[in-house]
């Protein structure tokens, strides 16, 4: 990520400190051609989770239960395996690393930070006041849905600012546009509205030599959200 972030790391200069966690298991399944080709040598990937799809037993018996609609597990349906322990390594380490003023994910990085944000704020917690999603797809893990859905299907929206990076060549670019509609709007009391940020590239952060006035406003809209919201002059992401 050191590298893929390069761009965005410039843009917002000496001031901003980045802090970088790996995933909690050895990826599985194929990596993203487009990664493979630009970071095969940083190796090995890392995941948060293994997507298991679920069995039409348990589609069949998931529907059956009363309240819920039908076509539910056209949606959901995965099963995020092990998700519970990537929750309890990232609890324990956003308790020994503190607060951070933006959060960035990409891919299912986005998702962490889209599950995560939701099962704090559930308990009353938020360790980030912004949220950075690159190249995100929506989360379709039933084992989450909760966090997203009444039991009968009506959307809760992940109540925080945020801005959604996407590449317009992303085989994945319809889930990234689904990722950012399940964040609102207008969150209450931020000056900044939900933002998407399109580029020409696929799965990937854009290429700084390319863009580097996406990164430019990129930055600069970070740093308005803080100076707007009366924050300090030196972020943390």
Known sequence: M????????DALGPNAEFVFLNGSFDARGRTDEVVEQMFGHTAPFY???ADRELEEEEKEAIEAQEGVLKGLT????????????????M????NEL????????FSQGAIVLTVLSMWY????????????????????GINV????????????????????????????YEMSLMLKDMYMMHPKGSPLERLLIEHDGGHK???PGRHHKLYTDLANTIWQFFNDTRQSSVARL
């Open 47 to 49: 995941e948060w989770w």
């Open 145 to 172: 849905r909760e966090l997203f859905e009444t039991h009968e299907g009506e959307k809760i929206l992940v109540p925080l600012p945020s801005i959604h990076l996407v590449g317009k060549k992303d085989t994945m």
């Open 121 to 140: 704020l559930k308990k009353n917690k938020c360790w980030w006041k912004l949220v950075v999603c690159v190249s995100g797809v929506c989360p379709r």
């Open 74 to 89: 056209k949606h959901w349906f995965l099963e995020f395996e092990n998700i519970e322990q990537a929750i309890e390594q």
């Open 205 to 207: 952060f854009p290429s």
């Open 91 to 94: 609890d324990e380490q956003l």
């Open 98 to 105: 503190g607060e951070f003023d933006v959060a960035v994910g």
């Open 2 to 9: 050191e590298n893929q972030t390069r761009g965005l790391r």
